[in-house]
């Protein structure tokens, strides 16, 4: 658990770095991502894989709107190294993999499974900022109003 | 009038290149548009093209249309973006400078290649390790991935397209890792796996479906497609080695 702790941080870290993250940020994207992949393996046995997918990804995304409103930097600079380890690119590859070597039934299973979990990684994240939106929408609506009015 | 049409442009090209998400660009052009004082702002961002309306008080309209060509993911510059738009809209910045630093923003070239490098093949040992691999795997893996990710960039240089750049990235990474396998007892799937998750398209394809569940069909279908053929040239890339080495 430990080391798969530590892989989930270190994938996520690294993408973090690939996508040229502001330098300071990167830590805190690759705990972003461990927790994301620490949730999903601890709570896949009791939710099946796309509850758990779904939930992870939700806590990804809460993490991330949390650290982007206290670090001042937007939402997207923790939010997509912190889906790294979620996101199904792997599986995507695999089902590719199947029907080259002409094994379709399985690639069809791949490719469903694909689908689905990559929705639900989505609709995690959607639903999270949807929600902070309304509530910073609510908090702000003063400023707002004076702003359409000039 | 001219200049903060231009301004404006540039700051929403700069972000669609490096990767920001439509709404971020369409608010922040919007944001921009109305700060530099035109009555009304119209923008239509997608994946490979900006439009941009703009009318002015005095009834002029002045619409632009960019083509992006190519994205190179870069959170930073996303960040510095949003934070010069956002002093710029609240007029704690002069247009002067805000020109200037988006023009820095567009010459800068990356930084910390090296550390990029290390870093992407250490995530590629910590992505075997994930999939249910032994140590040595993750660690071929590391190795493998650094490779890959130095050749996929050496290419880069050259004009060819992304999807092209995943089969090469691809067909690397298998033909090391068949071949480390000759030698080394390792489990070659996870391995190639690992390797080629830094070529795979995980981000894209979630944002697609993302975009689509938010509405935006047109840079949904297009993510979508660029998803599927990323993840059909890896595969491939993959495929060609594995055939030929009998694996």
Known sequence: MMIQAAAGFMSAAAFACLYRVPRHQIIRCGLVGGLGWLVLLLTGDYLGEIGAMFLASAVVAVCSEILARRVRQPVIVFLVPGVIPLVPGGRAYLTMLSFLRNDYVKGLELLVSTIFLAGAVAAGIILVSSIFRAISRTKHRKEAVVWRMR | ?247
């Open chain 2, 1 to 247: 009038m001219e200049e903060l049409v231009s301004l404006v442009l540039l700051a929403g090209e700069l972000l669609l290149t490096c990767g920001a998400e439509m709404y971020r660009v369409e608010e922040t052009v919007e944001r921009m548009g109305k700060a530099a004082g035109f009555s009304q702002v119209e923008v239509f961002a997608t994946p490979t093209g900006l439009f941009l309306s703009l009318h002015s008080k005095q009834g002029q309209v002045f619409t632009r249309v960019r083509r992006i060509r190519y994205v190179d993911n870069n959170l930073s510059k996303i960040s510095q973006i949003n934070a010069l738009s956002r002093a710029f809209s609240k007029g704690e910045i002069s247009i002067d400078d805000v020109t200037k630093e988006l023009e820095r923003l567009q010459q800068k070239e990356m930084d910390f290649k090296w550390v990029v490098n290390i870093a992407s093949g250490l995530g590629a040992g910590a992505f075997a390790l994930m999939y249910g691999g032994t140590l040595l795997d993750g660690f071929t893996a590391s190795v493998v991935g650094a490779i890959v990710v130095i050749a996929v960039s050496w290419i880069g240089k050259y004009p060819i397209p992304r999807v092209l750049q995943a089969f090469t990235g691809a067909t690397v990474a298998a033909s090391l890792v068949y071949f480390a396998s000759l030698i080394i007892p390792l489990e070659t799937d996870v391995v190639i796996l690992g390797a080629v998750m830094l070529l795979a398209p995980g981000v894209v394809m979630t944002t697609a479906i993302r975009d689509m569940l938010s509405g935006e069909l047109v840079s949904g279908v297009s993510r979508g497609a660029e998803a599927l053929a990323i993840a059909v040239a890896v595969a491939t890339g993959v495929a060609v080695v594995l055939s030929i080495g009998g694996l």
